[in-house]
């Protein structure tokens, strides 16, 4: 059975949800959007900061903590914004480190931004 996590942010226009747990596991996207859906087009430290912290309470709404999650999906528009993104990051997450894939793509379908985060966390035994 599938539960939509209520995330506090404004609802997607394009067809997907936040965040959906599903079998102990929860699978969340996060594009620099803050709670009253406006989007962060600042510098990639400024965009990073709002994802992350969207990843967070994320978790806490569905009852995981940033210790949950297991594998995170960085997309950038330019692998340029990697050192900033990684500053940001390491201020998220502690040892031992989720698995993560960074890549740069050409866009991103939310105007205005320079990263997306997809995050699968799972619930502890």
């Known amino acids: 059975?599938?539960?939509?996590?209520?995330t506090g942010l404004k609802k997607p226009t394009a067809?997907?949800?936040w965040a959906i747990e599903a079998g102990g596991t929860l699978y969340s996207v996060h594009v620099p959007i803050r709670p009253d859906g406006t989007?962060?087009?600042g510098d990639s430290t400024a965009?990073?900061?709002?994802s992350f912290s969207d990843l967070k309470a994320t978790?806490?709404?569905a009852g995981y903590?940033?210790?949950d999650v297991v594998l995170v999906q960085i997309y950038l528009t330019s692998l340029?914004?990697?050192a900033a993104v990684d500053n940001v990051y390491r201020g998220f997450f502690q040892k031992p480190l989720p698995v993560r894939v960074c890549v740069a793509v050409s866009d991103l379908p939310t105007?205005?931004?320079i990263i997306e985060v997809v995050a699968t966390a799972v619930a502890r035994s």
């Open 1 to 6: 059975m599938h539960r939509v996590i209520e």
């Open 15 to 17: 067809p997907h949800e």
């Open 39 to 41: 989007i962060e087009n």
């Open 47 to 50: 965009q990073a900061e709002v």
């Open 59 to 61: 978790l806490e709404a």
């Open 65 to 67: 903590t940033i210790h």
């Open 80 to 82: 340029e914004h990697k």
């Open 111 to 113: 105007p205005g931004t």
